[in-house]
């Protein structure tokens, strides 16, 4: 069967690699649960993708699905172009960081190479888009990502926020209302065993923050 990427393929090819690269197992369920989809026509699709040529992902029942080399390609790609919209409608159109997911969504599949190349240069060749997840470069490869919670740090340690997982856009407003987006200093003041809460000092002001929050902020410790 020849390869043929929908847009389909292409959320289905993005929804692996994203799920893997948290270096989690890529099931049908998980990839049903991130889609929204009935996990029998997930089966299919991704016997489907298997069968492409050459095969977009290795799929063995009970344990899981990976990409192929083809298919790690074809979702960075993807991915590169979804994360580049993002920053040029963050940067360029004054989109605000909760509302650039749903855009860049819709836009993702269509554009062409020379367009987000020339997106991509017009914005200096950004390393990050707004919510400070790597872009992939020209070439296809990804920059490492930073992995540290929030929620590890204890007193008296010091970080800078390097990027936010997150895409509910009420989550997003709050945390760009309270200070906690990418290039952010803080310092850790105190921590509760008992529930996981966090005592941070961020643009002079304290707060306390729950896991609900800190689970979603990653950091870099200075």
């Known amino acids: 069967m020849k390869t043929i990427l929908t847009h389909a393929t292409e959320d289905y090819l993005k929804a692996i690699y994203t799920i893997s690269v948290d270096g989690l197992s890529a099931s049908t369920n998980a ?3 991130r889609l929204k989809i009935a996990p029998a026509s997930v089966t299919g699709m991704i016997k489907r993708l298997a069968e492409t040529s050459p095969p977009l992902v290795d799929y063995r029942k009970h344990y899981g699905v990976t990409l192929t080399p083809a298919g790690e390609r074809a979702a960075l790609k993807v991915i590169r172009q979804h994360r ?25 599949h269509v554009i062409s ?20 997840d790597p872009i992939p470069d020209l070439n296809l490869v990804m920059p490492q990502k930073a992995s540290t919670q929030l ?8 970080a800078t926020i390097q990027r936010v997982d997150a895409k509910d856009g009420d989550l997003l407003r709050f945390l760009e209302e309270k200070g906690l987006v990418p290039g952010s200093k803080l310092e850790t003041r105190a921590y509760s065993p008992f529930d996981g809460n ?25």
């Open 113 to 132: 190479d020379a367009f987000s190349e020339r997106i991509d240069a017009i914005l200096g060749h950004p390393t990050h888009d707004p919510h400070g």
């Open 198 to 222: 966090l005592t941070i000092l961020l643009n002079e002001q304290e707060m306390i923050l729950g896991p609900a929050i800190t689970r979603h902020v990653f950091i870099e410790e200075n």
């Open 31 to 33: 990839l049903a649960e």
């Open 84 to 108: 580049l919209l993002e920053t040029y409608l963050h940067e360029s159109l004054g989109f605000s960081w909760d509302e650039v997911h749903e855009e860049a969504c819709r836009m993702e």
């Open 151 to 158: 929620s590890a740090l204890r007193p008296p340690q010091k």
